[in-house]
């Protein structure tokens, strides 16, 4: 029997049992194959544990677990306001170790411990708290149609959901999908992204404490080109729920189809930020700085597309400068300074360089930054770029990096049909005290989500997701529910008279 845990101390001192294995039917169980992934400290680059890879038939035993749990009386038939309760004991739990999870989701992903514990815990808790509230209230219709006969409705579980998830946000990204499934009743083959492993391991431990019933919830790590992709091919999964790259998602639509699955994907985008002249100067400065930079810049609905309007495009720029250096410090998960940690691997550092590089020969202008940071490490130094086309790499694909391109418009209509001039569609912000202009431009945008005087406002009581190519389907607030039902109608006939 393989030793399915291992003590680790984290650079702040925290000690705590790691997981490593698969968990399927409420048990820690080693890979069929023994393949393993690796966890990495990015800004060592030294290894933090090794948790096991899930293989095809892995992946098949999680969700022959989650069918069976799907028909056992132990879920089934559970009331609603009871499995509210099993999910408000979830967050609860999780509430209760909140620094140990921020500790193993900054350590593995290289965010700001203190950002972190602030605002994924928060987030990761509030959002299954507030899903515990809609297990009870996911309701059907009364539908009157003739005297003779009527029909309700009934909304049902889709059944068993694969989810797919991203390394930025480790732990909140899992509660955005386990929330949502759980308050509607079904069971769930959740996989965590390679490049960060470790927290959801300790989050099925909770899982287990709670008390929800065997196989409900089986989480496994594995390659995405493996288990992911056996996931989304198994005929016993109902639905897959997908957060990652646009690419990926793609190729999941293309599997799903052999399938028929539904399918929720929230991918990519290249997001807008549009400043205008009558706006209030220093907080655009301050909330396109933040829109861009924060958690490195690796958050799907970055804006990283700034948009000044000409008269003070020159002023935005100087600005956009000193905030980047009196607030963008750069440094490691611990130091209660550190404002932009290390990416989180080196493929990604890679990829981030790589872009910077072709911003640089195809002729855009460095403003600040423009390469990594000395020594050990995934550290890169927030970059700006002036004299941006519109045809360049840096302007038009997501980077997911501290990399920003800041170009200037004259007119409203210039601003709004360059902002949407793109693939994506995820969120967009628009600067101006002139309230029409602020709503005509929200309703103008190609977007899922438009921040109006900010950014990257996020809650889980409101609906998030893309339109284009930056997604399929909603996550959040009650919006987030209609994934995860499937409405049967009951046709009544109520007599013999007509
Ligand atoms: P990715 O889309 O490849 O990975 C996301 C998840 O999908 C991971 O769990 C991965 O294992 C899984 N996956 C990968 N290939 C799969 C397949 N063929 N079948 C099923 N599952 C599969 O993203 P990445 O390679 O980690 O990052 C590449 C780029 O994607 C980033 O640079 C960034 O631009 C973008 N990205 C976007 C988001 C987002 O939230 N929108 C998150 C992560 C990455």
């Not at 030793?3 to 705590?16: C, M, Q």
């Not at 597309?305 to 410090?329: H, M, T």
């Amino acid at each position: 029997m393989a030793n399915l845990s291992i003590e680790l101390t984290a650079p702040n001192g925290v000690k705590y049992t790691q997981p490593t294995g698969l968990f399927i039917n409420n048990e820690f169980v080693a890979s069929s194959k023994g393949e393993l992934i690796e966890s990495i400290d990015p800004a060592t680059e030294s290894k933090i544990a090794e948790v096991h890879a899930a293989s095809e038939e892995d992946v098949d035993k999680a969700v022959q677990a989650a069918r069976a749990a799907l028909k056992h009386e132990s879920w089934k038939h559970l009331p609603g306001t009871d499995r509210g309760i099993l999910m408000a004991k979830l967050a609860d739990l999780l509430e209760e170790q909140k620094e140990l999870f921020a500790t193993i989701d900054a350590w593995d992903n290289g965010k700001p411990y203190s950002v972190a514990l602030s605002e994924d815990l928060p987030e990761a808790i509030g959002t299954i708290r507030y899903y515990s509230g809609w297990a009870d209230k996911t309701f059907g219709q009364t539908i009157s149609t003739t005297s003779a006969k009527f029909a309700y409705t009934i909304r049902q579980p889709i059944g068993v959901i694969g989810q797919i998830i991203p390394w930025n946000y480790p732990l909140s990204m899992a509660a955005w999908k386990l929330g949502p499934a759980l308050a509607c009743g079904n069971t769930i083959v959740i996989k965590a992204a390679e490049q960060t492993p470790l927290s959801i391991l300790v989050l099925a431990t909770l899982i287990k404490k709670a008390g929800f019933p065997p196989g409900v919830v089986n989480i496994i790590n594995g390659y995405g080109r493996e288990a992911g992709a056996a996931l989304v091919q198994h005929p016993l999964v109902d639905k897959i729920a997908f957060t990652g790259s646009t690419a990926t998602a793609s190729q999941i639509m293309k599997m799903a189809s052999g399938t028929l699955k539904n399918i929720t994907l929230e991918t990519g985008g290249k997001s807008p930020l549009l400043v205008f002249n009558d706006c209030d100067l220093e907080q655009a400065v301050k909330w396109s700085h933040a829109g861009i930079m924060s958690n490195k810049g690796e958050i799907c609905t970055a804006t990283s597309r700034i948009l000044v309007q000409q008269d003070i495009y020159e002023k935005f720029l100087e600005k956009f400068k000193v905030q980047v250096k009196d607030v963008s410090k750069v440094g490691d998960q611990w130091d209660s300074e550190t404002f932009q940690g290390p990416q989180v691997t080196r493929t990604q550092y890679d990829r981030i360089l790589s872009f910077i590089e072709a911003g640089k020969s195809e002729g855009a202008t460095v403003l600040c930054g423009g390469g990594a940071r000395e020594g050990k490490g995934f550290f890169i130094q927030p970059t700006v770029f002036t004299d941006v086309k519109d045809t360049m790499r840096i302007y038009r694909e997501e980077i997911f990096g501290p990399v920003v391109t800041i170009s200037s418009f004259s007119t409203e209509d210039e601003a709004v049909d360059r902002a949407n001039d793109t693939t994506y569609g995820l969120g967009a912000s628009v600067f101006t005290k002139d309230l029409e202009r602020a709503h005509r431009v929200a309703a103008e945008i190609e977007a899922g989500m438009v921040w109006i005087n900010s950014s990257q406002d996020c809650d889980f009581r409101i609906p998030f997701g893309g339109v284009k190519q930056s997604g399929i389907g909603r996550e959040l607030g009650e919006a987030g529910l209609e994934g995860y039902t499937q409405i049967k109608a009951v046709h009544v006939n109520m007599g013999t008279k007509l």
